[in-house]
């Protein structure tokens, strides 16, 4: 298998050493350096895979001649007593690398088998976005894994995109002057959103040139008032109370994005279990 994990050394070195500190007291009183064994990744529950390349490189981080010999890509559907990943090398990497891996896996998977569902569920032309709640350290992976799972991504930090919340125009003097300072003090390229709450400031914003607006925790019967308001002149994305029921009602309304911040912060780790066995 190809190594195509996102991580860096840097990152693997960084999680392993919260781990396993000073050393795997356990694994290294008990178990010869030289001793080999075989692992399998057990699916214990049906998900969507993402992270398997990152399990990898953790435990071939340890050693680097481990051989991968049954392997199932991101973005699978994994069924419950699946063997989906077979590896095998030294016993003291696989013992050690165990519990990083499989946090790494769980997460991952957790967050794919979501954005699945609410990928699924939407229509038409909407799209269903993350947000930047993520573990800080996780983003690009927590962002991966929502891409795996059909979904796509907002910004992946302040400085790829203009999104003008509540604070900010509180603090910049309202819409206009915000789009105004945000226009001015930026290239062309960088797109400019701004959050409202009301026909009247969505009318605002397209006045003052934005490029998209978000229409902040909004009844279904405000977003469809917003949705013929705007008539196509500006790209709507829907954001606050999203809850995976209300996906399929959103996205009939012809809304063109809807961000959702429980594809990271609330995804549940599936269970998946590394079993080892000695040679």
């Known amino acids: 298998m190809a ?24 694994t290294d009183a008990m178990i010869e350096p030289d001793r080999c064994g075989k692992g399998e990744f057990h699916a214990k529950e049906d998900f969507i895979l993402a992270g398997i390349h ?5 435990i071939r981080y340890l050693d680097p001649e481990m051989k991968v010999s049954k392997s199932m890509d991101d973005s699978s559907r994994i069924q419950a007593g699946t063997i989906f990943c077979e590896i095998e090398g030294k016993l003291r990497a696989l013992l050690s ?18 954005a699945s569902q609410y990928a699924t569920a939407a229509e038409g032309k909407t799209r269903i976005l993350d947000t930047r709640k993520t573990i800080p350290g996780m983003r690009l992976l927590e962002k991966y894994a929502v891409r795996a799972g059909g979904c796509y991504n907002h910004r992946m930090g302040l400085d790829d995109g203009i999104l ?4 900010h125009l509180r603090c910049a003097g309202g819409i206009a002057t915000a789009v105004k ?20 400031e969505l009318n605002e914003a397209i006045e003052a040139g934005a490029d998209a607006v978000l229409l902040d925790n909004m009844t279904d019967e405000m977003i469809q008032k917003a949705v013929e308001a705007a008539g196509g002149k500006i790209a709507l994305e829907v954001s606050g109370g999203i809850t995976l029921e209300r996906i399929k009602t959103l996205s009939k309304m012809g809304v063109d994005y809807i961000s959702v911040g429980a594809l990271t912060h609330s995804a549940r ?11």
Do not use: C, W, Y
């Open 181 to 200: 300072k945000a226009k001015e003090k930026n290239h062309h390229l960088l797109k400019i959103e701004v959050e409202v709450t009301s026909i009247e």
């Open 97 to 114: 690398a165990e519990r990083t891996a499989l946090n790494l896996l769980q997460r991952m998977s957790g967050i794919t088998t979501l």
């Open 54 to 58: 990152e399990a990898i490189v953790v």
């Open 269 to 279: 780790a599936v269970d998946i279990s590394l079993e080892i066995i000695p040679i």
């Open 164 to 167: 003008i919340k509540d604070n």
């Open 3 to 26: 190594n195509n994990s996102i991580l860096t050394e840097s990152d693997i070195a960084r999680f392993l050493s919260e781990d396993i500190g000073r050393g795997d007291a356990t």
